[in-house]
């Protein structure tokens, strides 16, 4: 599996950016998705997820009520639409996909076994 993210950037405060994660792989729709990102020196955390059936969706504390993740089976793609952004938003951000079809998506980067290259989000203030 290959997961290519895009849609990063440098945007001011208050601005909004839509990640996308193309996905190559044939049952796309079996996958959990989730966005994590990192900030320099520290560990990878998480922001949203949604399971395989797009039914279950769960976001960080942090995030919910600005970011949205939606998925595209068509398309092979996950999205995470990030509105009225904030400085401390700034991260690299990596989509991740698992296998597992349950009913939630899961918070913890070990369930994921295939990761993307990350790309790079600035909001400056």
């Known amino acids: 599996v290959q997961l290519v993210e895009s849609g990063g950037g440098l945007v001011q405060a208050g601005e909004s950016l839509r990640l996308s994660c193309a996905a190559s792989v044939h049952t796309f729709s079996s996958y959990a998705m989730g966005w994590f990102r990192e900030f320099p020196g520290k560990d990878r955390e998480f922001v949203a997820a949604?399971?395989?059936?797009?039914?279950?969706?769960d976001y960080a504390a942090s995030v919910k009520g600005r970011f949205t993740i939606s998925r595209d089976d068509a398309r092979n793609t996950v999205y995470l639409q990030m509105n009225s952004l904030k400085p401390e938003d700034t991260a690299v951000y990596y989509c991740?996909?698992?296998?597992?079809?349950?009913?939630?998506?899961?918070?913890?980067?070990?369930?994921?076994?295939?990761w993307g290259q990350g790309t790079q989000v600035t909001v400056s203030s």
């Open positions: 991740a996909a698992d296998p597992v079809r349950g009913l939630y998506p899961p918070r913890s980067a070990v369930e994921y076994d295939h």
């Open positions: 949604i399971n395989w059936s797009g039914g279950s969706t």
